[in-house]
């Protein structure tokens, strides 16, 4: 299987790595260190060299009660970013972490060559014709409400089947993106880990990710220092989350998932490298 976008594709013959790069001041676990062009070029270089295959650039925080930007300050954010890893990391795909169109497009036009909506294009009507028309490759994550209350429980309301009700809504998003005229090798799915969910939902979610994997697209999981984690290793603090965050990955993995967004990259490529080989060697 391979997972093509505007600058070319990466096969999903192994498990990949999305390094997360958030340029923002107030993201849940790594908001305002990249202060500096030097900062994200350093960070970007070194996620490259512990085992990313794509950078994830965010400029605007999901967090509840996180400040709301308005486009031209996401910008200002995310371009400079994205020019400097052009520049230092030029055989690295980029992909820009937005759900406003606009900035979508200054970000493909700099470079990136994927969309990472974590409203699978509901928030901005013009978001998937931007996306058809670059030829991006496009991640649609599963959330529920606006980006000021999709990572918090507002909508967190499932019946006895959350894994059956994020799998629906991802189908509608997927119709609708084919229906602008992405192209479905452009797509990957998402479930949104604690997007919309409780740790019992994104707990139900992983366990039973298989049945996002059956629907055949390639799947991305996002448990990266998320709280359902550190409430299960009793981690107060993000950072100390990694091996976790490692745990979740694997398991995703023997349930399907190829592409695992991550801070620490270290720590999950190496857990990762290795369960894939125990896979790999049980496939005989
Ligand atoms: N999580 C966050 C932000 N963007 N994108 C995708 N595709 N999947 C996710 O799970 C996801 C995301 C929130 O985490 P962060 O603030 O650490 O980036």
Redesign the pocket.
């Known amino acids: 299987m391979e997972w093509r976008f505007a600058s070319g594709g990466l096969t999903l013959d192994r498990p990949r790595i999305v390094g997360?790069l958030?340029v923002t001041p107030d993201?849940?676990?790594?908001g305002g260190r990249l202060r500096t062009i030097d900062d994200v070029r350093r960070h970007a270089s070194r996620l490259v060299d512990e085992g990313a295959d794509v950078l994830?650039v965010?400029g605007e925080?999901?967090?509840p009660g996180a400040e709301r930007v308005d486009a031209d300050e996401e910008r200002r954010r995310v371009l400079p970013a994205i020019d400097a890893i052009v520049a230092e990391c030029p055989d690295t795909p980029i992909s820009v972490?937005t759900v406003k169109a606009s900035v979508a497009a200054d970000a493909l036009a700099a470079g990136a060559s994927i969309v990472?909506d974590?409203s699978a294009l509901r928030l901005d009507p013009d978001m998937a014709g931007v996306c058809a028309q670059r030829g991006a490759g496009v991640?649609l994550?599963h959330s529920r409400g606006d980006v000021a209350s999709m990572?918090s429980f507002a909508h967190a309301t499932y019946g006895d089947d959350p894994t059956g009700e994020v799998i629906a809504e991802l189908r509608d998003r997927l119709d609708a993106a084919e229906r602008a005229g992405i192209r479905r090798e452009r797509i990957v799915l998402?479930p949104?880990?604690?997007?919309a969910k409780r740790a019992e939902h994104s707990l139900a979610v992983l366990g039973a990710l298989d049945r996002l994997v059956a629907c055949g697209l390639p799947v991305?999981?996002?448990?990266?220092?998320?709280r359902f984690i550190g409430a299960l290793t009793h981690r107060d603090i993000p950072a100390d989350r990694a091996a976790g965050t490692a745990g979740a990955n694997v398991m995703a993995l023997v349930r399907g998932a190829r592409l695992f967004?991550v801070?620490d990259v270290r720590a999950s490529r190496d857990a990762l490298d290795v369960a894939w080989a125990i896979l790999e060697a049980g496939r005989v």
């Not at 993201?27 to 790594?30: G, V």
């Not at 991305?220 to 998320?226: E, F, I, T």
Request: proline share 0%; net charge neutral; glycine share 12%.
């Open positions: 997360i958030n993201s849940f676990s790594d994830d965010g925080s999901t967090r972490d990472n974590v991640v994550m990572a998402d949104g880990i604690g997007f991305l999981v996002g448990a990266s220092r998320k967004r801070h």
